[in-house]
């Protein structure tokens, strides 16, 4: 509540003082370095100026902003009566506000109307002292019109800095300390663009100046459009990320939901995407392919799901038609995935990662190098972590016995490459890791899934 009040008062404050000098302007108290009866083009034309460089501001930075609505301001500073310059920065001040509440209405008013009084005090203190005209472009003049941008823009800044502590309890030292660091170079581009027009206002007039505004006008709004390109690309990405979250989330869930019906998947997945993520890295891959490499393997029994139980669990050996029903999931989870644009690598490595090395595969029954490289590796991966598990059909193999399996299946089953990787990932690891009996379904998922990286996903998607 004290706070709100003194809100009031300063509003109230700054208010009386900008009415003062708008008054003293109008009764003609306040000495003019060009005071003129015919300026009203001139307000008009500069009035324009001011509102299309409002509209055409570029927030690139929490409250700072990047315009040129201060330039004809400077000018009507300059070349016009105090009265007119206050006239132009109220109608200013009054129309960039529009859509504000009304606490922010009332105080642009009276900031703009202030920055432009105590730039008008200056130049209208300084010029007669310094010998400078308007009419005669000198060191003088220019001198005059640095000191004036720089003390337009501290009183614009430091009775907004002022306002946003009262109003919003935003500190002086983060407005000072970071905002007003920030805006510090476009400030200084501001104060050499200033000079130029003042220069061209001064020995052409007016018209030269609107002339001279064209190519800073169409600068600023490519810079706008690529700031709102920017904004907007961030904002898609943001959705598609989200989206990408939600849906690794969901196919996990499918994972863990397939896990109740049959233990050993999720177990089994979380060991094959483990080895599949350092075969990978063991290869000197990115670390963008070794991410791919450990979904795909998490995600690899996507497709069991829709297999029976009966068909899952059975320890006997398969008919055919229960065979034929264990051979879909490869496609299954793959076109689950692929239905997702940046999930279509996954989805890929996942539909080949049971064909084999000599042909005899399947769902397409394609050879050697037609069968994608991270396939080939999880295939192997997938291999390996099977032999080392229990199933309901026969007992776990030893890691040295299953790594004699898999160099025996080497050129027909799997690729030799890939074996011998295999063999160098596991060299080095202990028992429990050589078995995968210690890996967790819910701990992989974590490693993987916040690591994707959505734009390499995109990238490799384009190419397929």
Known sequence: MRR????????????TLATAWMAMAWLGLVSSVTLKTDNVISVLVLLAIAIIADELSVEFSPGVFVSVVNLPLLLAVVFLDPFSAGIIALATALFSSRKLRKSSIYFNSVNYVLSTATAS???????????????????ELLAVVTLASMTLVLTNFSLGSIFAWLR??????????????????????FIGISLMVVAVYAKAGVVAAILFFVPIFASQHVYKLLVQQKELLAEQTKLSQDLMEMNIGLAGALIMLLDSKD?????????????C????????????EQQIAHMAGLLHDLGKVGTPDAVLKKEGEL?????????????????VLSQLT???????????????????????????????????????ADTYHALTSDRPYRKAKSPFEA??????????????????VMAQVLKNEDLSYREGSKTDFLSEFRKGRPAIKLDALRNRAKEH
Request: charged letters at 20%.
């Open 4 to 15: 709100k009040k003194l809100t009031h008062i300063w509003l109230a404050l700054l208010s």
């Open 121 to 139: 005090m200056l130049v209208v203190f300084l010029m007669p002292r310094l010998g400078a005209s308007v009419s005669t472009v000198s060191i």
């Open 168 to 189: 919003d309890d935003i500190s002086l030292k983060i407005s000072w300390g970071s905002n007003f660091l920030n805006a510090m170079p476009s400030e200084a581009i």
């Open 263 to 275: 233990h050993y998947t999720a177990s089994h997945s979380a060991g094959v995407a483990m080895y």
């Open 277 to 288: 993520r350092d075969m990978v890295k063991m290869m000197g891959h990115s670390e963008d």
């Open 319 to 335: 008919t055919a038609q229960e065979w034929e029903q264990i051979k879909q999931h490869p496609t299954t989870a793959a076109e």
């Open 342 to 380: 940046t999930h279509k690598e996954i989805a890929d490595i996942i539909r080949y990662h049971q064909e084999h090395y000599d042909g005899s595969g399947y769902p397409y029954g394609i050879s050697g190098d037609e069968i994608p490289e991270l396939s080939r590796m999880l295939s192997v």
């Open 403 to 420: 790594l004699i399996i898999l160099r025996q299946v080497a050129g027909t089953q799997l690729d030799p490459k890939y074996v011998e």
